[in-house]
């Protein structure tokens, strides 16, 4: 069996395991590579029925519109429902603050809102299209990760996971975070895009934006930052990953094409978190947001 | 290209995050972001050279301590082979996250301090590889370089491992003995120019090339996942039964049999992810549909009939505990055989294994980290099979109904 077939039987395995063992799961879809791989295994996996649970999206109001316009025509391909949870109706109900200075982002106040939208529509499970490699803490975090009442990942005792033997037992209170394709690479997630002719945000292609350095990254102008007119210059870039634009960073690219970013990533001498301003916040920073809820 | 899923065994300071963390760097798979990140808390630590470990160890509280707490997973590739490193951790109150690491592997790496040879970690280690039916072991002794790459001392260790492998009587191992220096890059990559005396391959030579064929297994079986029924007009009668072929395959028009039911139908057709296909081999996930209208549902399976599939409501197994709270006689729990999960009452504690000496002794119960035999009497029929002769159908995990958390793995006997 070829790697790219191991990881999806695998991936399908576990997605009908959450199915199975849970009342009211959902997958969380940020409308990355990675959740659009997530949600169209999905679609395999229940074939030739429809996918028999919803996508939550936490709306952090700083979205690439790229990134919202697929959304929308994705749920419509697949038929699928969509809960949008937004993080403006946690800032206007007092229940988060917003950041401010030149670093400020939503992202860290996406875990409110998410848990607070996993308790209104009572899910017990929730796939995401997290993976190992991006990230340390990440790379030891379980394929059904049990999060307590708070939705707090507690690192030191996780279940020992034997074989394909997944415990989805639970409290009543508590939810999982499951991570279907915990062992695919960031390479692996791009062949499986070419394999499969997935359609992907265009701004993982090539294009041309105004930008502007913010500690030697190249980060995209928002109206959400103020930003001197002075320090904006027009490049060609391209995303490797989609987050919140306030902390996403593009890299220099004429890639205008898969397999040419398919042969850039190959050679990149950076890594795909590398351009995630959220990470680099401090030594420990996606443990710590993984330990208050966060994906 | 194939994908080599290697864990990682030995004692707590034995090197293995070290020893990972070099590997990554060597092959290029660390990004020069993650290595100045490196180069930084070496530094910091007033290190002069870097300390690779901390690639691997990515919890707050493994860089604190310097220890690794939990399975990290690592991803790395040669010209020849893609890697998974279930890097584990080495200290005894962490075995179940060793076991963990172990189970999914194909081979295990386990790692020896040369100042030390074999200790009891190694013992319990290699002991659990065992119980686990890892055939393919890698004993790399390491930190040579602190006993000035003396033959001899590698030969004695070579000799206490033998010795080792010998007690346990296990057949058809296929093992491999390097000395390296993780610290310095001795026989990683390259020969080491210091043992000139060591004739074998390097580490990436033996994890390049060892093989990885494995024969399926005889019984043919499909765990139901999942039953499909798609609520839409043009599928009225569509029932597909989903799951994964845990052993062996099924072909269109095989005669199979319901468990428990007994009921026995044929295979009308197979489908993966809406394809129709003849042919579904052990690991692939397929969709059956039948001939005929039968009470199938998650947990049951549909097999072709075998004799070392036994149906029965009691069962004897090898056991590695790993929870605080122990196993006993009388003690309720429920069992998880992949989808199919029965609750049960423990009706026999007989021993408890030295797993770092010789033999065992008379137990009534098994605490943390303890491996012993215990029977079972089950609430519904399982199909059994010993682990050793089948080991994608002869394990389970064991749920604390209490806690619901998972307390132990058992092995059937």
Not at chain 2, 160 to 170: M, P
Request: aromatic share 8%.
């Amino acid at each position: 069996m070829n790697i790219l077939k191991q990881l999806e039987e695998e991936a399908i395995y576990i997605i009908r395991e959450v199915v199975a063992q849970f009342d009211k799961p959902a997958l969380l879809f940020s409308g990355g590579k990675d959740s659009i791989v997530l949600l169209h295994l999905c679609h395999k996996a229940f074939l030739p029925a429809r996918i028999p649970f919803p996508l939550v999206h936490i709306d952090t109001g700083h979205n690439f519109p790229e990134t919202i316009s697929l959304r929308d025509k994705l749920i419509d391909q697949y038929q699928v429902k969509l809960h949008v949870g937004l993080v403006q109706d946690s800032i206007d109900q007092g229940k988060v603050v917003e950041e401010k200075g030149k670093y400020a982002s939503r992202n860290s106040l996406q875990t409110t809102t998410l848990l607070e939208t996993i308790s209104e529509l009572k899910l017990d499970a929730c796939m995401g299209g997290a993976r190992r490699d991006e990230e340390k803490a990440r790379a030891k975090e379980r394929i059904f990760s049990v999060r307590d009442d708070f939705g707090q990942w507690n690192e030191k005792l996780q279940r020992p996971e034997l074989f394909d033997h997944l415990n989805g037992t639970i409290q009543p209170g508590e939810h999982i975070r499951a991570f279907p394709i915990s062992n695919w690479t960031e390479l692996d997630v791009w062949e499986y895009i070419r394999q499969e002719n997935l359609e992907i945000p265009s701004i993982y292609y090539a294009h041309e934006r105004p930008v502007f350095k913010r500690d030697g990254q190249l980060m995209p102008v928002t109206e959400f930052q103020q930003i001197d007119p002075s320090e904006i210059e027009i490049q060609s870039v391209r995303f490797r990953t989609v987050g919140d634009m306030s902390c996403t960073a593009a890299v220099l690219s004429e890639a205008e094409e898969l397999d040419i970013i398919i042969e850039e990533i190959r050679d990149s001498s950076y890594s795909e978190r590398g351009a995630r301003m959220d990470d680099k916040r401090s030594e420990g920073a996606m443990e710590e947001r993984k330990k208050i809820g966060y994906f | 290209m194939n994908l080599l899923r290697i864990a990682t065994a030995g004692s707590v300071d034995d090197g293995k995050s070290t020893l990972i963390g070099r590997l990554l760097y060597e092959t290029g798979s660390l990004k020069d972001d993650q290595i100045e990140h490196i180069q930084e808390k070496s530094t910091s630590k007033g290190l002069d050279h870097l300390d690779f470990s901390l690639a691997t160890d990515g919890l707050l509280a493994e860089r604190e301590q310097g220890i690794t707490i939990d399975v990290s997973h690592l991803y790395f590739k040669t010209k020849k082979r893609r890697f998974i490193i279930a890097d584990s951790p080495g200290h005894i109150e962490y075995t179940r996250n060793m076991v963990t690491g172990t189970s999914n592997s194909d081979v295990t790496l386990l790692l020896l301090d040369a100042r030390k040879g074999v200790i009891e970690q190694t013992k319990r280690h290699f002991y659990i590889t065992q119980l686990l039916g890892i055939k393919k072991l890698i004993f790399a002794v390491n930190k040579m370089d602190l006993v000035e790459f003396d033959q001899n001392i590698f030969d004695q260790i070579k000799k206490q491992i033998k010795v080792l492998i010998e007690e346990q009587n296990t057949k058809d191992l296929q093992v491999y003995f390097i000395p390296l220096s993780a610290l310095k890059g001795d026989n990683l990559l390259e020969k080491s120019e210091s043992m000139k005396w060591y004739s074998g391959g390097t580490l990436f030579d033996v994890i390049e090339n060892i093989s990885l064929e494995e024969p399926p297994y005889k019984e043919n079986v499909l765990q139901v996942q999942t039953v499909i029924r798609p609520k839409l007009d043009e599928y009225h009668d569509y029932r597909g039964f989903a799951g994964k072929i845990k052993s062996g395959s099924f072909s269109l028009g095989d005669t199979v049999e319901v468990f428990p039911s007994g009921t026995k139908t044929k295979i009308k057709s197979i489908e993966r992810y809406g394809e129709a296909k003849l042919k579904v081999i052990q690991g692939e996930n397929a969709t059956l549909l039948l001939e005929d209208e039968v009470n199938v549902s998650r947990g049951d399976s549909l097999f072709t009939s075998s004799e070392s599939l036994i149906a029965t409501k009691t069962i004897k197994a090898k056991i590695c505990w790993m929870q605080e709270n122990a196993l006993s006689i009388g003690s309720k729990y429920l069992l998880q055989f992949g989808t199919n999960k029965s609750l049960s009452k423990v009706t026999d504690v007989s021993e408890r294994i030295n797993v770092t000496g010789n033999g065992s002794e008379k137990a009534t119960s098994l605490g943390l980290n303890d491996i012993g035999i215990a029977s079972f009497q089950l609430a519904n029929t399982i199909q059994s099979i010993p682990y050793q002769k089948n080991k994608s159908l002869g394990s389970f995990i064991i749920i604390d109904i209490n806690t619901n958390n998972t307390a132990g793995i058992g092995f059937i006997e």
